[in-house]
């Protein structure tokens, strides 16, 4: 377990904390010279059953408590000091406010000094100390006079912080550690410090650094002041890191030291933020903070979600928009203080690290967020219940800080599904099946001599409009059930399908054997009507239903090439791997240079060069437009 002092400064903290452990936590020379504690210092105490009891011992000067913030936010219970001679002073207020929205509920009250105050000081120090907390998490903390001096209640304290309990946290998720302190140590190299806040952190493993993502491989470590194997969630750690471009000045205070999987540093946080009562003035939309999450300090605004301004001792949901990027999961604590940092404002819990840029004082993005405050059993349900009728479940176990085994589980739990990485109810994914199968069968009943609808054309059919990725896993699942027919570009039901008269099937087959044979300089319809003594209008009528099954395509009008071969001539532009001229593209196919203008006049319609004076280029995304290329011999030779 690790527990933090909280406090005004010269009340007593580093001397209690030494009066405990042993150590004087106060290390830099400033410290010492001016008697004072400045940035956070670290202490252990030796439990004798092979448990360490951590302290961070935190500054008092209200000019330093950005560096208070930097311990607070990894600390499992509060030592909150105050002098038995000046009693409750302004940090001692701010300390406990930070305490509070920090949603630390385990805590005792350390009275120091208490062997220069009289009995009457005491009791009424006691009663001041009650009513400050009463309103607090602490509310109800045990109270104890302590003398760092003469050790009273020395033993008395250490022996009841050890029944504060261990620490809460998880060890299931992923590893996240957050730095406090760097430094180089000769012969070893870098080091970091950090409290773990979630899973194990082992020698070997490959870990990064957020946000910079920069890799890193745990060489040794040292748990809660002891060398060890494993670091786990609620010790303090310190990890030999070793990596390329890893340097004292490439690591940061505020960095996270976590597993790859959750390297997903963000700018926008969605949170449930609380305005301390103590303020003046209502909190304005957009107004400028300085933001501590983590040990990470960084200046942000706060966009208000549901309102333009928040009361004093309100909540709200807003958007915390960061200069900086930070490491932020759902459930971490925020503390903000005003432009100047002189006083702390607010705190907040993070909702969705990943808030979005666009719409988020949407209906639909508020009641995604009222969904997202719950625990992680309620979460996933309430989601799978909105409008959206989907959850992207990487997104949210990583959020979350959940391996993809314990999202499947919630999942399971809530009655859902998952596809391609979507998760969906039960109810859902049959009102999808249905609202597929009946605009396609609307479709067939309202043009029956039409193939079918292309994949995008039924997607904006539907009744709910699906997002393209979120789309293509429906309709992969009924393709793969047969519900749904895939025949060329198009779409069916498997009962309706497109039947040509034995005419034309007879004309189509010496049509389609003529195209085989002469695929990049192919006769138009008028030749494939003389030659067959077949009705010009008719033969174009046929050509242009084969084209909607997606059998040929119309590069030029009447000029119809095979749907493979298309393929294969966007394959051999490709493979130019360059600007390539109309010519050389002619010499490519050999054939005429009006038909490979043709060609690639098209393809310039399409997407799939760019042109540029008499040059072009092929797109690569565009490469499969009309499927892969086949295995041709012309491909083979170059022809």
């Given at each position: 377990?690790?527990?933090?002092?909280?406090?005004?400064?010269?009340?007593?903290?580093?001397?209690?904390?030494?009066?405990?452990?042993?150590?004087?936590?106060?290390?830099?020379?400033?410290?010492?010279?001016?008697?004072?504690?400045?940035?956070?210092?670290?202490?252990?105490?030796?439990?004798?059953?092979?448990?360490?009891?951590?302290?961070?011992?935190?500054?008092?000067?209200?000019?330093?408590?950005?560096?208070?913030?930097?311990?607070?936010?990894?600390?499992?219970?509060?030592?909150?000091?105050?002098?038995?001679?000046?009693?409750?002073?302004?940090?001692?207020?701010?300390?406990?406010?930070?305490?509070?929205?920090?949603?630390?509920?385990?805590?005792?009250?350390?009275?120091?000094?208490?062997?220069?105050?009289?009995?009457?000081?005491?009791?009424?120090?006691?009663?001041?100390?009650?009513?400050?907390?009463?309103?607090?998490?602490?509310?109800?903390?045990e109270i104890m006079p302590v003398s760092a001096v003469t050790g009273q209640g020395i033993d008395e304290?250490?022996?009841?912080?050890?029944?504060?309990?261990?620490?809460?946290?998880?060890?299931?998720?992923?590893?996240?550690?957050?730095?406090?302190?760097?430094?180089?140590?000769?012969?070893?190299?870098?080091?970091?410090?950090?409290?773990?806040?979630?899973?194990?952190?082992?020698?070997?493993?490959?870990?990064?650094?957020?946000?910079?993502?920069?890799?890193?491989?745990?060489?040794?470590?040292?748990?809660?002041?002891?060398?060890?194997?494993?670091?786990?969630?609620?010790?303090?750690?310190?990890?030999?890191?070793?990596?390329?471009?890893?340097?004292?000045?490439?690591?940061?205070?505020?960095?996270?030291?976590?597993?790859?999987?959750?390297?997903?540093?963000?700018?926008?946080?969605?949170?449930?933020?609380?305005?301390?009562?103590?303020?003046?003035?209502?909190?304005?939309?957009?107004?400028?903070?300085?933001?501590?999450?983590?040990?990470?300090?960084?200046?942000?605004?706060?966009?208000?979600?549901?309102?333009?301004?928040?009361?004093?001792?309100?909540?709200?949901?807003?958007?915390?928009?960061?200069?900086?990027?930070?490491?932020?999961?759902?459930?971490?604590?925020?503390?903000?203080?005003?432009?100047?940092?002189?006083r702390t404002v607010a705190g907040a819990t993070v909702i969705d690290p990943f808030g979005p840029s666009?719409?988020?004082?949407?209906?639909?993005?508020?009641?995604?967020?009222?969904?997202?405050?719950?625990?992680?059993?309620?979460?996933?349900?309430?989601?799978?219940?909105?409008?959206?009728?989907?959850?992207?479940?990487?997104r949210f176990g990583t959020a979350r800080n959940l391996r993809p085994a314990e999202v499947d589980r919630?999942?399971?739990?809530?009655?859902?599904?998952?596809?391609?990485?979507?998760?969906?109810?039960?109810?859902?994914?049959?009102?999808?099946?249905?609202?597929?199968?009946?605009?396609?069968?609307?479709?067939?009943?309202?043009?029956?001599?039409?193939?079918?609808?292309?994949?995008?054309?039924?997607?904006?059919?539907?009744?709910?409009?699906?997002?393209?990725?979120?789309?293509?896993?429906?309709?992969?699942?009924?393709?793969?059930?047969?519900?749904?027919?895939?025949?060329?570009?198009?779409?069916?039901?498997?009962?309706?399908?497109?039947?040509?008269?034995?005419?034309?099937?007879?004309?189509?087959?010496?049509?389609?054997?003529?195209?085989?044979?002469?695929?990049?300089?192919?006769?138009?319809?008028?030749?494939?009507?003389?030659?067959?003594?077949?009705?010009?209008?008719?033969?174009?009528?046929?050509?242009?239903?084969?084209?909607?099954?997606?059998?040929?395509?119309?590069?030029?009008?009447?000029?119809?090439?095979?749907?493979?071969?298309?393929?294969?001539?966007?394959?051999?532009?490709?493979?130019?791997?360059?600007?390539?001229?109309?010519?050389?593209?002619?010499?490519?196919?050999?054939?005429?240079?009006?038909?490979?203008?043709?060609?690639?006049?098209?393809?310039?319609?399409?997407?799939?060069?760019?042109?540029?004076?008499?040059?072009?280029?092929?797109?690569?995304?565009?490469?499969?437009?009309?499927?892969?290329?086949?295995?041709?011999?012309?491909?083979?030779?170059?022809?």
């Amino acid at each position: 377990m690790i527990v933090g002092t909280a406090g005004h400064i010269d009340h007593g903290k580093t001397a209690l904390v030494k009066a405990l452990t042993g150590v004087d936590a106060d290390r830099l020379k400033e410290e010492k010279a001016r008697g004072i504690t400045i940035d956070l210092g670290y202490a252990y105490s030796d439990l004798g059953d092979g448990r360490q009891l951590g302290f961070v011992d935190v500054p008092g000067h209200e000019r330093f408590v950005h560096n208070m913030l930097a311990g607070a936010t990894g600390i499992d219970a509060a030592l909150v000091v105050v002098s038995a001679v000046e009693g409750i002073k302004p940090q001692t207020v701010e300390h406990l406010q930070i305490v509070d929205l920090l949603g630390l509920d385990r805590g005792i009250v350390a009275l120091t000094k208490a062997d220069l105050a009289n009995d009457d000081q005491l009791l009424e120090r006691m009663a001041e100390i009650e009513t400050l907390l009463a309103s607090t998490s602490l509310a109800g903390a045990e109270i104890m006079p302590v003398s760092a001096v003469t050790g009273q209640g020395i033993d008395e304290l250490k022996a009841r912080l050890l029944t504060l309990g261990e620490s809460g946290r998880g060890t299931t998720g992923f590893a996240r550690l957050a730095v406090d302190r760097c430094f180089v140590l000769s012969g070893a190299g870098v080091v970091v410090t950090g409290t773990v806040h979630a899973g194990e952190i082992r020698v070997d493993d490959r870990l990064v650094l957020t946000p910079s993502g920069l890799e890193a491989r745990v060489r040794s470590l040292h748990a809660q002041n002891r060398p060890a194997e494993i670091g786990r969630a609620g010790e303090r750690c310190a990890l030999n890191l070793t990596g390329p471009r890893l340097s004292r000045e490439s690591i940061r205070r505020g960095d996270w030291v976590v597993s790859p999987e959750l390297h997903v540093p963000t700018d926008r946080t969605d949170v449930r933020l609380k305005l301390l009562a103590s303020e003046s003035q209502p909190l304005k939309h957009w107004s400028p903070v300085h933001v501590h999450l983590g040990a990470a300090h960084v200046m942000g605004r706060v966009a208000l979600l549901d309102g333009n301004t928040l009361e004093p001792g309100a909540s709200g949901l807003a958007q915390l928009v960061l200069e900086e990027k930070v490491g932020a999961l759902a459930g971490d604590h925020v503390i903000l203080r005003d432009p100047s940092a002189t006083r702390t404002v607010a705190g907040a819990t993070v909702i969705d690290p990943f808030g979005p840029s666009r719409n988020r004082r949407s209906g639909r993005r508020l009641a995604e967020l009222a969904a997202l405050g719950g625990a992680d059993a309620e979460v996933l349900p309430g989601l799978l219940r909105l409008e959206s009728g989907f959850v992207e479940t990487a997104r949210f176990g990583t959020a979350r800080n959940l391996r993809p085994a314990e999202v499947d589980r919630l999942l399971q739990a809530a009655g859902g599904d998952k596809l391609e990485g979507y998760g969906f109810l039960a109810d859902t994914l049959a009102a999808a099946r249905l609202d597929i199968v009946e605009t396609l069968k609307a479709f067939h009943q309202a043009k029956a001599d039409a193939p079918g609808l292309q994949p995008e054309r039924l997607r904006v059919t539907l009744k709910k409009r699906w997002p393209v990725p979120v789309f293509r896993a429906l309709l992969d699942r009924e393709v793969r059930a047969k519900t749904v027919m895939v025949d060329g570009a198009f779409l069916r039901l498997p009962g309706h399908s497109l039947t040509l008269t034995p005419r034309d099937e007879a004309l189509w087959k010496k049509i389609s054997a003529d195209l085989e044979r002469d695929r990049f300089k192919p006769p138009r319809v008028r030749d494939f009507a003389q030659t067959y003594s077949a009705p010009e209008p008719e033969t174009r009528k046929l050509l242009q239903r084969l084209a909607r099954l997606g059998r040929v395509i119309e590069v030029a009008p009447d000029q119809y090439f095979l749907r493979p071969v298309v393929a294969e001539m966007i394959a051999i532009a490709h493979a130019f791997g360059r600007d390539f001229s109309a010519a050389e593209f002619r010499d490519k196919l050999d054939n005429g240079r009006k038909v490979a203008i043709l060609i690639l006049e098209f393809f310039d319609r399409h997407g799939v060069t760019v042109r540029r004076g008499d040059l072009r280029r092929t797109v690569p995304q565009k490469l499969e437009q009309y499927g892969p290329p086949p295995a041709t011999q012309g491909l083979a030779d170059g022809r």
